[in-house]
């Protein structure tokens, strides 16, 4: 079975700095990856899919890239509302796998 | 605004039954597939299942497979997550999720609000 394996599994950074997570699939999935952000307490939100189209609605200091089984979600000057945690997740085919996350805080 | 609008928390005991829903609001759940994704206390996100309600066609992940139902009353437009017996492990946030597109697979864009399942003796 698929397994998406992001990292850093937590990370602390300051306002306005660039922040990069990324993950990594056992197996070739094209472009077929999305990006959720969790602020605690809330449902997920979605921010990306087919690995670099931007959702409706989401800032542009969000973007991610990628292809096959490396992808990378970054934030370009993070910012406090930014406080979550991140998934990534196959959307192609069934089991529509997630990773295991990534939390982001303030420093 | 489209949503999906799920049943409220509920609190059971180990071996206890019970069905949460997950209704779409305005839209009709037909044509768009409709997932499960659970989520214990402090822990990620697991898909557990989707289910197609324009025929009722079901996929589970190999983990819930036998351990959950996944079943859609196209009448009411209404998904349906149902265990037969509880265990205190179920203890979660259960979240139904639809794709950006529908009649495909595809990323999440609605959410639930989410349903709390508690099973403690």
């Known amino acids: 079975d698929l397994q998406l394996t992001q990292s850093p599994s937590s990370l602390s950074a300051s306002v306005g700095d660039r922040v990069t997570i990324t993950c990594r699939a056992n197996?070739?999935?094209?472009?077929?990856l999305a990006w959720y952000q969790q602020r605690p307490g809330k449902a997920p939100k979605l921010l990306i899919y087919a690995a670099s189209t931007l959702h409706s609605g989401v800032p542009s200091r969000f973007s991610g890239s990628g292809s096959g089984t490396d992808f990378t979600l970054t934030i370009s000057s993070l910012q406090r509302e930014d406080v979550a945690t991140y998934y990534c997740?196959?959307?192609?085919?069934?089991?529509?796998?997630f990773g295991g996350g990534t939390q982001v805080v303030i420093k | 605004e489209v949503q999906l609008v799920q049943s409220g928390a509920e609190v059971k005991k180990p071996g206890d039954s019970l069905k949460i829903s997950c209704q779409g609001s305005?839209?009709?759940?037909?044509?768009?597939?409709i997932a499960w994704v659970r989520q214990m206390p402090g822990k990620g996100l697991e898909w557990m299942g989707i289910?197609?309600?324009?025929?009722?066609?079901?996929r589970y992940s190999p983990s819930f497979q036998g351990q959950v139902t996944i079943s859609v009353d196209k009448a009411t437009t209404t998904a349906y997550l149902q265990w037969s017996s509880l265990k205190a492990s179920d203890t979660a946030m259960y979240y139904c999720a639809r794709p950006v597109v529908p009649d495909a697979f595809d990323a999440f864009d609605v959410w639930g609000q989410g349903t709390m399942v508690i099973v403690s003796s």
């Open positions: 289910i197609y309600p324009g025929d009722s066609d079901t």
């Open positions: 197996e070739d999935i094209r472009s077929y």
């Open positions: 997740q196959r959307h192609d085919r069934d089991p529509l796998t």
């Open positions: 305005p839209y009709r759940l037909t044509n768009y597939w």
